[in-house]
């Protein structure tokens, strides 16, 4: 089983109840209220520089978040559902990287649990979908579009996400980010 399946047998996939696109649909899938009460948690967290405050305040909507994990400025996780989050302990979020648990298409709506290991790396400006599995120690280079698992020590790049390194040393590892 290729990890593009694994990652399609963690979603929830259900269809459009009618012609309209799924997302004319949203306040059926998620209650108007929470979203914006995670929005303005979320987006507030957003901007703030103090780390252990953005931290309490993702925990307030539901992200699992461990010990001393690091979210860069700008950063957003999922604002419908972020209690599918989960991130381990002593990870770095990067720069405006978006972390998203839903995906809402023409036909259908998708949502799916995102678990990013501990000690993971994760550079600025990248997007993670849902379903994703991101093993503990990875490393996933700044710009890049996870669509697919990361096994745990790996070094990954690139839209789609590719793997540029196997488990490998710290200083292999910074040749390659």
């Known amino acids: 089983?290729?990890?593009?399946?694994?990652?399609?047998?963690?979603?929830?996939?259900?269809?459009?109840?009618?012609?309209?696109?799924?997302?004319?649909?949203?306040?059926?899938t998620v209650p108007f209220w929470r979203v914006v009460r995670n929005w303005l948690v979320i987006y507030t967290a957003r901007y703030l520089p103090w780390l252990h405050v953005k931290r309490r305040l993702y925990q307030a909507v539901g992200v699992t978040i461990g010990e001393d994990v690091s979210v860069g400025l700008a950063a957003v996780f999922d604002v419908f559902f972020p209690e599918e989050i989960t991130i381990g302990a002593n990870s770095i979020i990067g720069y405006n990287t978006v972390i998203l648990a839903h995906e809402y298409l023409q036909r259908e709506w998708?949502?799916?649990?995102?678990?990013?290991?501990?000690?993971?790396?994760?550079?600025?400006?990248?997007?993670i979908l849902p379903g994703i599995i991101i093993g503990d120690g990875a490393v996933v280079s700044a710009m890049s579009l996870v669509n697919r698992d990361v096994?745990?020590?790996a070094t990954?790049?690139?839209?789609?996400?590719?793997?540029?390194?196997?488990?490998?040393?710290?200083e292999r590892r910074a040749e390659l980010c």
């Open 156 to 170: 990954v790049g690139g839209v789609p996400v590719r793997v540029l390194a196997e488990a490998e040393s710290g």
């Open 110 to 127: 998708r949502k799916g649990p995102v678990v990013i290991g501990r000690n993971v790396v994760i550079g600025a400006n990248c997007t």
């Open 1 to 28: 089983m290729t990890p593009s399946n694994r990652r399609h047998d963690r979603l929830q996939i259900r269809p459009s109840p009618d012609e309209r696109n799924t997302l004319q649909h949203l306040y059926s």
């Open 151 to 153: 096994s745990p020590g």
